[in-house]
């Protein structure tokens, strides 16, 4: 089974995904499942317009997409009563923008939303690779202080901040990496090879639509790895997270 760790439907700045693209590159390219959050509008500000629009999107879709929950944690209290109504639409992870959102991640302003997801069983997604608050070493603490959390380091750092990866994920036990943007004779090789993280900590995703899905994909499958590996990397990791 293929699973994709992170898409974005709707309308971005300067990209754009429905649900109908989507799904026929799933077709295309034998992607079974994919997470899907809502376009930057709506994980900076409109939360409640993009968690309704990917929950509808799963609805429709007879399994193949899973929501992300999405809320602002300047919203406070607000933002937690909306990862509930999200969850209760059969969102099953939480999605943190911490660029698009307005925070550092070691402030505790996301704390009350990763509590919820610690009650809840779910994983975290978290973008990084933009300076200065959303990078591998700070991520990497955060997750410490979830230990039961599973945390996805979105885009690993890339690109100016790969060379962080590989010690965010020594730092941090529960915290996995994701292949996308992600050369396999550089950056799988220096984490699938690291005896501290191995391919069993690596996700795969696409990041759609900023990335080239079918390029992404074409990656992971040229990494010379064994089957067992790569079908961990392609689903089993992540299905594990999401039980």
Known sequence: MIIDAHVRLGQGREVSLSVAELLATMDELGIDRALVAPDERCVAYHNRDGNQAVAAAAARSAGRLVPYAVANPWRGADAVEELARARDAGARALHVDSVLQGFDLLDGL???????????????????????????????????????????????????FWIDAAPALRHAPNLYGDTCYAPWDTVLNELGQDP??????????TDAPYAVPRAELGRVLDWPIDEAARRDVLGGNLARLLR
Do not use: C, K
């Open 196 to 205: 501290g993280i191995g391919t069993s900590r690596l996700v795969f995703s």
């Open 110 to 160: 996301v704390d009350p939303l990763l509590e919820f997801a610690a009650d809840n069983g779910w994983p975290v997604y978290v973008r990084t690779g933009t300076p200065p608050n959303a990078l591998p070493l700070p991520l990497a603490t955060l997750a410490r202080r979830y230990p039961d959390v599973p945390f996805i380091m979105g885009r690993s750092g890339a690109t100016d």
